[in-house]
């Protein structure tokens, strides 16, 4: 199946701080998300992204599909950003294969 | 409702007990996912229904694990003879046709 990697897997920031988190894929994939898992343990989606690049608010996604990568652009980050950050593509037949996730602590 | 729905939102079972997962998908969605994560993990594909096609069953870890989708609409997930590694929180969701993919809050079991 595809391979999807997340880096880095762990990331400490100051408050206030910009960052950028990075999803590798394998191969060619119909689509991909980006989820923030928070600390109650729900995904919530952030981008429907599966090329070009989107924002909302302080969070931005650009995805490279010829290259098969995406970035997660975090800017002026908050302790709120703080929790794990899942990458997901969808392949195949409507498949869905996750990476291992960006654990991110922010600190005040 | 609008979103993934799943119930018991937690669940607190007896080693040895069989125990009943409950998915109710976004209406419309033709593909539901079964996911399950341990504590601290990352998410770990369990099986997946798509339309009318066969399930894939692939991820599912043991033949103490079985899910049914009734009606191409409501799944559950079935976990016989329930040991202690099979606490986690499983995690349901559902998409249209490959596209955005939506996550219920999950069931978190507990074996005692």
């Known amino acids: 199946g595809i391979q999807v990697e997340q880096s880095p897997p762990d990331l400490i920031l100051q408050e206030g701080a910009n960052s950028t988190l990075r999803c590798n894929f394998s191969?060619?994939?119909?689509?991909l998300q980006w989820f923030h898992q928070n600390p109650w343990g729900q995904l919530i989606n952030l981008f429907y992204?599966?090329?070009g690049t989107k924002q909302n608010g302080r969070l931005s996604a650009t995805t490279v599909a010829t290259e098969r990568y995406s970035l997660l652009y975090i800017s002026s980050s908050q302790t709120t950003d703080s929790g794990v950050y899942f990458c997901a593509v969808g392949y195949g037949n409507n498949r869905l294969a996750f990476g291992k996730g960006n654990q991110v602590v922010v600190i005040p | 409702g609008a979103g993934v729905s799943q119930s018991p939102s937690n669940k607190v079972t007896e080693k040895g007990k069989d125990v009943e997962l409950r998915c109710d998908p976004i209406s419309g969605h033709t593909a539901l996912y079964w996911y399950r994560q341990s504590l601290g993990q990352g998410l770990e594909f369990l099986i997946y229904f798509q339309g009318n096609s066969a399930p894939d069953k692939s991820g599912l870890p043991s033949d103490r694990f079985s899910a049914e989708r009734t009606g191409g609409s409501v799944s559950t997930l079935t976990i016989q003879r329930t040991q202690q590694e099979d606490s986690a929180v499983y995690l349901c969701?559902?998409?249209?046709?490959?596209?955005?993919?939506?996550f219920g809050q999950g069931t978190r079991l507990t074996v005692v």
């Open positions: 191969d060619s994939v119909n689509n």
């Open positions: 969701a559902s998409s249209r046709a490959n596209t955005e993919a939506f």
């Open positions: 992204i599966p090329s």
